[in-house]
């Protein structure tokens, strides 16, 4: 029975830590709870070709393409040739449930029995007008009648509406011809026939060609590409955005309205009451709540260009010079992706020996890395499964804590110095990671061999690993931990922290040496080689002694948060987010200062104290809240109490791509690159992207850096939305699905499916 009674007392306690509120003793919020509501989760596939592919349509669920003037289908991820389809085709065009070819030497309609030949013309465009199918040719437009097409210029010819040329009984004498050309486009709009030609937007009303129609407003550019009718809108592509035509109004959407490229080259209608829109360098989509959503080359496409797209039921095909890329659209929850990413972390062999790691491509296979932090790497997703465990009671959750856990605890007690951390652990041989020749600064890395010969481990541990450990053990300890799995969490507060004091307020490598980062003592933050680092470090150390203090009730600890107080560390963490000169803003420190806050704060007792630490997150968040990240909102919302902007916070883990690998992205020529209404660029970033417009970072938690990424040879793993979604659910800042169909909740795994990292084949972690 003795051993029964933690798992009681964790039992007990689980509908308390469920509201999340008791860690910080908030108990009114302002902050709203956000349902989990279904939305569509896009997933992208590039396919590339050597020619560039000049038009797209989809037709019967099936797309077509065109490439150097022939007609493919996309079959199986691949484009094969159509059988029989004409030759020296320059655009396809589904309309009226038809699929028309435009060709140099006529136009073909798709049937029954194969490709027919309307005509023999060469038309630009054609559009449904008043239920009837009409066609343009560059000069002139046709109505489909009975199988043919039919010219609708009037028998006198065409009126123009210069009124200088109207006679009293309303004829018109024009010393020339009034052309209706050179057409590009036609496009039927509140049942009116409007022609685009170069430059030039025109009406025409079966008689009269009216360029005189606009009255307020002029084209953006002179360059002008495609036409689109949507709802109360004609909008207009051109080198400078988009003209929106609305009654005789004529305006734009540009970069400062907030589209991405002005230097716009096709436009098509969504699924969704969205629009598409082409670019030179890559797609846009506008959604029908005026969400601009920018899907950019290398991530999404396989090239800059677009030159069509084409919308079917659920998918996206967006032509470009280099082949295409295909957006499929599926209803997903957030809790939803995070199963999929869970999933994706299992069938990828992120894990190993409790280790999360990134992957990367090595010799022909993906190798797990072996880094300069596996236990920082390892703290987000301890501390998710920590908070999915409060939150449900998954056994499974539990066991992946306690594993992490373990992992992390293994880094101190591989060392022969109690409370010392390693950085990480290698195999001798099973890891197929090579050991790293780089520490901290630039200087050699330091390796040391276990006893036993079995393990390498990494020395030189800076702050960073020290305040992940501190943050998830005592995450794991409170929420998580079961019988001797709580001792051992405390024991590893204790040992940490006792090791810091031990040695004056810093960590000794083996020869007894500060490690290069592992500084928190007066002597360094408080004289000028560290002093950028005084408010951030001093907030670790007095997180360290608050924390060994809260777990383990020794007076030691205690003792030593006085000090810290007593050289005036709490004041200094108020300014510890340094914004200027640029060389100290270092976007890693943010990760460590809010693993501070979360910690520091639940701990602390002094109201004093806490009223500093307070206002210091108070100026941080302020700094940070442009980034608009989960992570930073829901610390200061489960802090405080305060307003958090939590529905910005669900909009960017809607926003998290599928796709784990580490892409290379551009952003910096974009032409909506400003701050957005309501916040301050206290960093200098220009603008707060999308995870969806960046690629899959460590921890996610960076949104202002416009460019970046890798080549698509790593695997990035994604504990990031899994500890800000957990997080989330803990704390209340999202509600659970109210759906319980189960394609909507969660990802089904097909046993024995692996894609990464072939599963780890070695020595097993020692048991302690």
Known sequence: MKNLWPLCVALFLLPIFATGENLFGNGAHQWKAQKDEVYSQESGEIIRTVHPILSAAVFEEKCYVVMEGNLYQLEKGAFTPVSEAP?????????????????????????????????????????????????????EVYRLEEGKFVSIKPKGGYYTSDMTMLQENGSQLNDTPVKLGPITRIESHNGTLYVLRPGELVLFDGLEVNSDFIDWGRLPSRETHDMISLGSRLLISTGKGIAVLRGASLTSLGGKEGLPVEQTSCLANGFDGDLWIGTAKGAVRMTAEKEWQYFGAQIWLPGDHVNAIAVGKNRVYIATDTGMGILSYEPFTLLKKASFYEKHLEEWGHKRLGFIHNLYWKNGEWVREVSDNDGGNTAPYLAAMCYKYACTGDKTARHEAVESAMALIWLDRITPVDGFIARSIWSATADKDERGKQGSGGLPAKWYPTSDGKWFWKGDTSSDEVIAHFYAISLFYELAAEGIEKELAKEHIRRMASYILKCGWVMN???????????????????????????????????FMETAYAITGEEIFKTGNQQLIKWGYPNNTIRQKNVFPPETIAPWDDHLAFWSYYTLLRYVKDPQLKAIYLRSLDRTWEVKRMAQVPWYNFIYGAATGNDCEEQKAIVHLRDFPLDCMANKYENSFRDDLFVEPGYTSYEGGKKNLSPRESSIAQDNHSSTDLDGGLDGKRVMNPSGFLLDYWMGRYHGFIEAPTTSDPDLISVKSIPGQHFGAAPYDGPPRPAF
């Open 87 to 139: 030759k020296g085709i320059f655009r396809l065009k589904q309309i009226n449930n038809q699929l028309w070819l435009l060709a140099n030497d006529g136009i073909f309609l798709r049937d029954y029995k194969g490709w027919q030949k309307t005509d023999n013309r060469k038309f630009v465009d054609l559009c449904l007008h008043q239920n009837h199918l009409l066609a343009a040719t560059s000069e």
């Open 509 to 543: 490598d083996l020869d007894g040496k500060p490690t290069r980062w592992a500084r928190w003592n007066p002597e360094y933050l408080l004289r000028p080689y560290g002093y950028s680092d005084k408010g951030l470090n001093g907030l670790e150390a007095l997180t």
